[in-house]
Structure formats: structure tokens, C-alpha cells
């Protein structure tokens, strides 16, 4: 098929980093994060790869717990925090879909609505995020109202860390105090808390379920752990050189001129833009490889196009491959560039790039 703008998506690499979290992690559940259409990775390609090496996956709303269970007709699913009425509730009890309870009102009304068959859920406790999740006495209250109730399968605890990957471990310590704390004292229940940071570093919250997101795809959220390296990227961005010129001193490139050549350059002009997914906020001098050689952006990233200085190698052509992240460019290098994260790069792909399953 002829491309100009791709996304090669690796398997090997795929299973490579879900190996890393089962030897991180052997004595935990793996319960896989494939929302935002697996980081961007697709949800279904994700989840038929990695299903035979983990215990279920999770999503953050209904069309992708549906599409998914469509793919998957035995997998284990979460429905992460959304809004949850009778209807939907009966949807995914018919859908074999856990559900997250995140607070007390939802808990009420899941104990008097008519399931056609008994679900399991995962009662959230806010530990500090503050976005979704239950006080103390609420998940108190919300635990004994559902732990022998026709309507329930199986409970269990969960939380979310906000700042695991941080060097300092204060806010983490406690916030893993605090659930693991309260949920022993309601009883033995599987208790979840660890992403991909905690997973990494923090081995004592592994508890009973990790919920690794983008280690699976190749980013260490710590760029201080010894993980860095063993992770492998599972996307690359890739794009075709369109045109290569010539320019002179003072001769501007791009929207606005932004760059500026101080003498004689050459600028290659990549088939990638923001309408792309390559964010527009890139300043000049962020990285890509041509031919797998380091280049930078030069001028202001367009709809359809950027540009790069590659005065450097004289040898460029049109019809070159330009990649933008992924192997031998971590995304995260980018991001920092970009003031963003792996994690917005990836889920920002958009449709018209092509994907290429890259098999093992
Ligand atoms: C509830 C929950 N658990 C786990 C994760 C995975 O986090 P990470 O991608 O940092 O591993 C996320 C992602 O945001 C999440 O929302």
C-alpha cells in the first residue's frame, strides 16, 4: 500500500514489556490498561496480543468495554471510573463486565437495580488524587452494602496513586497506607493500586492486581529507574521526506518564518503534521531521525507538514523515512521537548495515519 505517514506497531515489543511487569510483579494479577484505544496502540490489537499473558484488561468507557468484549469474548474486563446508571449497569452484568464503583450514590443504586446476573466490582477509595473514588466512611458503608449482595459476584479494593513516579515516596507511602489499612479491616478482599511507577519502584504496593499502562508500551514514567532501558517502544512514527531544498542566510521556514537559516542549510520537509498527531507545540530543534540518523525540527509544525534541518546530511532525498518517536527516539524525549507526555503523544495519533502490525 503506498503510505506517506505511519504508525509500525510491534507485538515483540509489546510481549517484551509484559514480560518486565510479570518479573516485576510474579506474585500479582496483571490487570492490562487498553483505554484511549490501548494508548493509542489499538485496544483490540493490544488485547489479542498480550491475552495469554495477562489476567484481564481495563477501559474507561462502555463503547471500548464493548468493542472490546466483542474481540475478547472470555477476558476478564474493568469499566473504569465513568458515569453509571441502572441501564448501563445492566449492560455490563449482560456483557460480563467488572465495574468500578467510585462512590457511594452508584453503590445505592447498583444494590436495588435488577441485574440479570451477578457482576463483580472494584469499590474505588480516594486516597488523595481527589477525582473519582470514595471517603473512609463511604467505602466503609459502600463495601458492606454490596459484600454479600445477590447482585455481587466479587469485591474488590482499588485506588490510584497520583505521583508514584516522583523521587519522593511521602505521598505514596500514605496513600498506600491508607487503602491497604482500611481494606484489611473490612476483610481479605484483592486489593489494586499499582501503575506502571509503582510497579517499577515501589514493589510493596503490588498487592493482589498491578494495572500497568505505559510500561506495556514502552515508557518508563521514571526516567531514574533501572527499567528505563529493559522497555522496549512498541510504537514508531514514521513519515516520508516530501522535498528537500537549499535555503540561504536570513531565509525564514514555515508558518510565521520562525526559523531562521544563519547561513547556508538545507531543509527536508516531512509528511507529518499536527492533523497527524505530532503536536504543533514542537519548538525548533526537537528530535526525529532521517535514515536513522538525529535531526531537528526547523519552523512551526503545520497541518500536513514539518520541516527539519538536515544541513547535516547532505545525502537526504525525497522518498527518505523520517521517524518521529519510537525505536532508537523514545517518545518521552520528545514529550520533554514538547512540554508533554508519552502518554498524550501515543493517544493522539490520528485515524488517517496508516497502522502496520509489525508481526514477530
Ligand atoms: C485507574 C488507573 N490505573 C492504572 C493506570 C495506568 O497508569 P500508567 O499508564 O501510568 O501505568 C491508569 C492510567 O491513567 C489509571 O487511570
Redesign the pocket.
Known amino acids: 500500500m503506498h503510505k506517506t505517514t505511519w504508525v509500525e506497531l510491534n507485538s515483540k515489543a509489546l510481549r517484551h514489556n509484559a514480560a518486565i511487569v510479570r518479573r516485576l510483579a510474579p506474585n500479582a494479577a496483571i490487570?492490562a490498561?487498553v483505554?484511549a484505544n490501548g494508548?493509542g496502540h489499538g485496544a483490540e490489537w493490544v488485547a489479542d496480543q498480550l491475552h495469554d499473558l495477562v489476567n484481564g484488561f481495563?477501559v474507561?468507557r462502555l463503547s471500548e468495554a464493548l468493542s472490546l468484549r466483542f474481540a475478547q469474548a472470555n477476558t476478564r474486563i474493568l469499566l473504569?471510573?465513568t458515569e453509571l446508571n441502572a441501564d448501563v449497569m445492566i449492560e455490563c452484568a449482560v456483557n460480563k463486565l467488572d465495574l468500578?464503583i467510585h462512590d457511594i450514590n452508584t453503590a445505592k443504586l447498583l444494590a436495588t437495580t435488577k441485574l440479570p446476573q451477578p457482576i463483580t466490582v472494584w469499590l474505588?477509595m480516594n486516597t488523595g488524587m481527589n477525582r473519582l473514588g470514595m471517603s473512609a466512611s463511604e467505602f466503609t458503608e459502600a463495601h458492606r452494602l454490596l459484600i454479600a449482595h445477590h447482585n455481587i459476584n466479587a469485591i474488590h479494593h482499588?485506588s490510584?496513586f497520583s505521583d508514584?513516579?516522583t523521587e519522593d515516596y511521602t505521598n505514596t507511602n500514605r496513600q498506600h497506607q491508607q487503602l491497604t489499612s482500611l481494606s484489611k479491616s473490612l476483610g481479605s478482599v484483592p486489593i489494586?493500586m499499582?501503575?506502571?511507577?509503582a510497579?517499577i519502584v515501589h514493589p510493596k504496593t503490588h498487592l493482589d492486581w498491578v494495572?500497568?499502562?505505559?510500561?506495556?508500551y514502552g515508557d518508563d514514567?521514571s526516567s531514574t529507574l533501572a527499567a528505563t532501558n529493559a522497555l522496549q517502544a512498541v510504537m514508531t512514527f514514521k513519515a516520508k521526506v516530501l522535498a528537500v531544498r537549499e535555503v540561504n542566510l536570513g531565509d525564514g521556514v514555515g508558518y510565521n518564518r520562525r526559523w531562521q537559516a544563519n547561513g547556508k542549510a538545507i531543509i527536508a520537509t516531512i509528511a507529518a503534521g499536527y492533523a497527524d498527531g505530532y503536536p504543533r507545540q514542537a519548538p525548533d530543534g526537537t528530535p526525529l531521525l532521517i535514515n536513522g540518523e538525529r535531526a531537528v525540527i526547523a519552523g512551526r509544525v503545520s497541518m500536513d507538514l514539518l520541516t527539519a534541518d538536515v544541513s547535516h546530511l547532505p545525502s537526504v532525498k525525497p522518498g527518505d523515512i523520517a521517524t518521529l518517536w519510537g525505536e532508537n527516539l523514545p517518545a518521552v524525549e520528545v514529550g520533554q521537548h514538547c512540554n508533554t507526555i508519552s502518554?498524550e503523544l501515543f493517544t493522539r495519533i490520528t485515524a488517517r495515519v496508516h497502522r502496520e502490525y509489525l508481526k514477530e
Not at 494495572?211 to 506495556?216: C, D, E, V
Open positions: 490487570l490498561m483505554k494508548y481495563a474507561a473504569l471510573g468500578v474505588k482499588m490510584h508514584a513516579e489494586s499499582a501503575n506502571s511507577a510497579i494495572r500497568p499502562g505505559i510500561m506495556l514514567p502518554y
